[in-house]
């Protein structure tokens, strides 16, 4: 385990207060940075071994260990704070893949090939009609977009901002990004 090295960290953290020593320890070059970068892998590579062994579970304790991990290693530096400049990337654009298994309420099982099964109705909270109608889930996408208030509002979207932001977004000092939730499913036959 880690502990010793997060020990060793806090203890250097807690007896230098000045921000160009704290800055130091995050040297990319300093060894307590290489190690520190080295058990963030490895807290990510279990992270995602231990949902794969689930299932998609988030519940699964070995789950919920490994996620304790990675976020103990994270607060170890403070580093797990929103960063301004990775809050304004484009590296946060695209679209992602939830790991996770769907988490509708009320599954109603599993089809052959191992897939959840929900109604429709519970998936559309009860929007799309048959509301019955058995689906199996075979993934669940986030594409995330940022909407440039410079753009001449390409979307309309600024109506939808509240107008105490909207300066902000037309001067580029906030970004301004949509994220959907698109889930690929099946209709399931009886």
Same mark, same amino acid.
């Given at each position: 385990?880690?502990?010793? #090295? ?5 203890? +250097?953290?807690?007896? !230098? !207060?000045?921000?160009?020593? &704290? ?13 520190? @970068? ?16 689930? *299932?998609? $579970? ?15 290693? +994270?607060? +170890? ?7 301004? @400049? @990775? ?6 654009? *695209? ?8 988490? &509708? ?10 897939? #959840?099964? &929900? ?12 509301? $019955? ?14 909407? $440039?208030?410079?753009?001449? $509002? ?24 949509? &994220? ?11």
């Amino acid at each position: 385990a880690s502990g010793g #090295y997060q020990e060793s960290f806090h203890d +250097a953290r807690d007896a !230098h !207060h000045d921000a160009s020593t &704290y800055s130091a320890l995050l040297d990319p070059v300093s060894p307590l940075r290489v190690q520190f @970068a080295s058990d963030i892998e490895s807290a990510k590579s279990s992270l995602v071994s231990s949902l794969a062994s689930s *299932g998609g $579970d988030p519940t699964d304790p070995e789950f919920l260990s490994s996620l304790e991990r990675l976020r103990s290693l +994270a607060s +170890a530096t403070g580093l797990d704070r929103v960063d301004r @400049a @990775a809050e304004s990337s484009a590296a946060l654009e *695209g679209t992602w893949l939830t790991l996770t298994r769907p988490n &509708y309420h009320d599954c109603v099982g599993k089809n052959a090939k191992g897939e #959840y099964l &929900y109604t429709l109705g519970r998936m559309s909270f009860d929007m799309f009609r048959p509301c $019955d109608l058995r689906c199996s889930v075979q993934g669940v996408f986030g594409p995330c977009r940022r909407v $440039d208030g410079r753009d001449g $509002d390409p979307e309309g979207m600024m109506e939808c901002v509240p107008r105490s932001l909207r300066q902000e977004l037309r001067d580029g000092e906030t970004v301004l990004r949509t &994220y959907n939730i698109v889930t690929a499913f099946t209709v399931e036959t009886p």
